[in-house]
Each structure stands twice: as C-alpha cells, then as structure tokens.
C-alpha cells in the first residue's frame, strides 16, 4: 500500500517548522544558515531563466498553441475553489 503524499506547501512549512524548533533546541544555528544557503542555490539553479520561457513560448506558438506562456506566468493565480 503505497503512502500518501504530501499536500504542496503544507509539509513544506511544516518541515521549515521542525528545522527551526530544532535549531533553537539545540543551539546549532550553523545547520539552519547551511540548510538555506544549499536551499537557496537549488531554487536559484532551477529557476526559469528568460531566455528559457521565451524559446519555450516559441515553441509552444510553433505548435500552433494559442497561449503565451509569459502571460501565463505573469498573470495571479485564480482563488482556489471550494
């Protein structure tokens, strides 16, 4: 029986939660700067960059798709429904 997932930002924060309570407990502030210093780099290299939307809009307009994928990015996101 495989194990549920967890659902988007609330395992996240909830993670963030532990590390910093465990910090605190233990004293040990250096594990939290590394732990954000490696989360930082990873967020920064998987990171969309310009010019990777934009050959990807091409590519989606050469497909004959009618929508922009920057438009899309750019737009806020709908309240989620109920």
Do not use: C, Q
Not at 39 to 62: C, F, M, N, Q, S
Request: net charge neutral.
């Amino acid at each position: 029986m495989p194990l549920p997932r967890p659902r988007g930002g609330l395992s996240s924060l909830r993670l963030i939660f532990v590390v910093i309570v465990g910090a605190i407990i233990t004293g040990h502030w250096w594990i939290f700067a590394e732990g954000f210093a490696f989360t930082l780099i990873g967020w920064i290299l998987v990171a969309p960059t310009d010019g990777a939307v934009r050959r990807k809009d091409e590519e989606l307009a050469a497909m004959g798709v009618p929508y922009s994928l920057r438009d899309s990015l750019n737009e806020p996101s709908p309240p989620p429904s109920t």
